[in-house]
C-alpha cells in the first residue's frame, strides 16, 4: 500500500513565524502535491512537484514556498505564517505522469495560526 | 473541466449496498472518473476509477453509463465505518506537465445506520 505521512497531525504556530510543513512518500512516486482544505471551498491546490527540484504554481500559491530535494519528500514553507492561512494541510504523492493512477493523500496536518 | 454534481447527503443501512450517483455530463473522452472519501478529520481516501468499463476492487465497484455522462459508485455491504464524504472527481491536466490536479466538489455525506 502507498504511504504518505505528514509530519504533524495537529500544529499552533504564530503570526510571522516561519512555519514547514513535511511530507514523506515510500512509493517512489515522481508527482507530489500540496492542497488545502477549508469548509465550504474544498481543496485547493497550492503547489505541485513533479521531480526533484521541479516545482509549479497551483492555484493559490501566494504565501507558500515548495522544497522537493529528495524525491521522497517535499515541504511546504509559510514564509510568515498569517491567520488566514489556518487551515488543514493535505500532501498527496502520484506515480508516473504519463497515465491516470491516482493521487494518494497523507492524513492531513491541521494548522492554527494565532 | 469538467464538473460533477453529487446529492448532497444519503443514508443507508448497515449491511445493504450503499449506491453514490455523480452526474459529469462534459466529460471529456479521455477523462477518467475517480472517487474518494473523506471521514472526519483524515486525509481523503482514493477508492476507484475507471475511463468507460465498468471496474471492481476490494471495495467497491464503479459503474460508467455508455454515454459516460454519470456514474455509480457501490458499495457492496456497507459498514459503520463506511460513513464518510464521498467525492466523484474527473481528472483535469495542468501545467506542462500533465500532472492532473484533482477538484474535489461538496461531496455526497454518506451516513450509515445500524
Known amino acids: 500500500d502507498v504511504k504518505v505521512t505528514q509530519s504533524s497531525r495537529y500544529l499552533v504556530k504564530r503570526t510571522g513565524e516561519k512555519v514547514f510543513l513535511e511530507c514523506v512518500q515510500d512509493?517512489?512516486?515522481?508527482?507530489m502535491f500540496w492542497y488545502r482544505q477549508d469548509p465550504g471551498l474544498g481543496l485547493r491546490l497550492i503547489y505541485f512537484?513533479?521531480?526533484?527540484?521541479?516545482?509549479e504554481k497551483g492555484d493559490i500559491p501566494e504565501g507558500y514556498s515548495v522544497s522537493r530535494e529528495k524525491k521522497e519528500r517535499f515541504s511546504l514553507i509559510l514564509e510568515s505564517a498569517s491567520t488566514n492561512q489556518t487551515s488543514m494541510y493535505l500532501c498527496?504523492?502520484?506515480?508516473?505522469?504519463?497515465?491516470?493512477?491516482?493521487?494518494?493523500f497523507g492524513d492531513g496536518t491541521r494548522l492554527s495560526i494565532l | 473541466d469538467a464538473k460533477t454534481t453529487q446529492p448532497p447527503s444519503m443514508d443507508c443501512a448497515e449491511g445493504r449496498a450503499a449506491n453514490l450517483p455523480c452526474n459529469h455530463s462534459?466529460?471529456?473522452?479521455?477523462?477518467?472518473v475517480y472517487w474518494y472519501r473523506q471521514i472526519h478529520s483524515q486525509g481523503p481516501q482514493y477508492i476507484i476509477h475507471g475511463l468507460k468499463n465498468n471496474e471492481t476492487n476490494e471495495m467497491a465497484s464503479l459503474i460508467i453509463t455508455e454515454d459516460r455522462k454519470s456514474s455509480t459508485l457501490i458499495l457492496p455491504h456497507a459498514t459503520l465505518r463506511d460513513t464518510a464524504v464521498y467525492y466523484c472527481?474527473?481528472?483535469?491536466?495542468?501545467?506542462?506537465?500533465?500532472?492532473?490536479?484533482?477538484?474535489f466538489g461538496q461531496g455526497t455525506t454518506l451516513q450509515v445506520k445500524p
Open positions: 512509493m517512489d512516486h515522481e508527482n
Open positions: 462534459t466529460i471529456s473522452g479521455n477523462e477518467y
Open positions: 472527481i474527473v481528472r483535469v491536466a495542468t501545467g506542462s506537465s500533465n500532472t492532473g490536479k484533482l477538484i
Open positions: 498527496a504523492s502520484r506515480g508516473d505522469r504519463k497515465t491516470n493512477q491516482p493521487q494518494h
Open positions: 512537484s513533479y521531480d526533484v527540484k521541479m516545482k
